[in-house]
Every structure is written in C-alpha cells, then in structure tokens.
C-alpha cells in the first residue's frame, strides 16, 4: 500500500478554492470561497429585517467582522451593500465570473431570469410584487358586442 501525502486543510482549501482579497470602499476583504454553513437559511429568517445588527450578522458571516462598521464609515449605501452582498453569495456559491456589475443588474433588472435568488428584504419582495402585470389581476376588456349568454342559431338541414 502506498502512503498518502497528508496535507493540511488550510493549504488544500487555499489550492483548490484560491485566496483572493479584494478592496471594497477602500476596506479589503477576502472574498468569498464558499458560503457559511447555514447561511442561506439564516439570509431567509432575517430577509425581513431591516435591523442594523442582522444586517452585520450576514456580512460577517461573508466578509468577517467589523467589515460593516468600516463600509458605513467610507459611505457605503444600502444598494451598494445590496449589491456587494449579492456578489459575495454568488462567489461563495463557485461563480467566480460573477462582476460586481452583474450583481448590480441582477438587483436593478426587471427581468425577472436576471432576479437574485431571494430579494434582500420584506420591502424589496413587496416592491417586486406590486409592479403592474399584463397578465391577471384586474378587469379584462370586453372582447365581442355578441352576448355569450345564448344559444348560437343553427341551421336545421
């Protein structure tokens, strides 16, 4: 039998998933290589939550901590953060071709195959919703002058 070389796992994830750091307003952060544990199911409870302390909770959890307190201090927005969390996921989940510019649209597009897989919060998925459809939900316009409520004549040859 033949010995396997041992390897740590710090140096084997660092091979295979890389160890990349990127500067976002001025703070640089390692960028996501996979995403934490329970991450998704904890984006879905806090979705709608607007509290400053969960919204930390998520960006600790991609970009470690104190990461929120240096972005709100460069002037950092709530799309911006929007944005740079949608990227973040999309690293975390291996599209590592994902842009910034792409998380950006996928925010702002109301093409709904562009949609992130969940909106950020209670008031996105609500604005997602009220936007007029062509397509059920109202009144539908009169399409003939003919009643529909009688018999057609027949001709009886």
Do not use: C, H
Not at 87 to 104: I, K, L, P
Not at 124 to 133: I, L
């Amino acid at each position: 039998m033949t010995a396997r070389k041992t390897e740590s796992w710090d140096s084997f994830k660092k091979e295979v998933f890389g160890d990349r750091t990127e500067v976002i307003e001025g703070v640089r952060v390692q960028v996501p290589t996979d995403v934490p544990f329970g991450f998704q199911e904890r984006l879905a409870d806090l979705s709608e939550s607007s509290e400053r302390e969960d919204v930390a909770e998520l960006v600790d959890a991609l970009f470690g901590p104190d990461v929120l307190d240096q972005w709100e201090a460069a002037g950092i927005g709530t799309i911006g953060l929007m944005t740079v969390l949608t990227w973040g996921m999309a690293q975390g989940s291996g599209q590592r071709d994902f842009t910034f510019r792409d998380a950006y649209e996928a925010l702002t597009s109301d093409d709904p195959g562009k949609a992130p897989a969940q909106p950020a919060n209670r008031a996105a998925r609500r604005a997602a919703q009220k936007k007029p459809s062509t397509a059920g939900g109202g009144r539908s316009k009169r399409t003939s002058s003919g009643s529909t409520g009688s018999g057609r004549a027949t001709s009886s040859a």
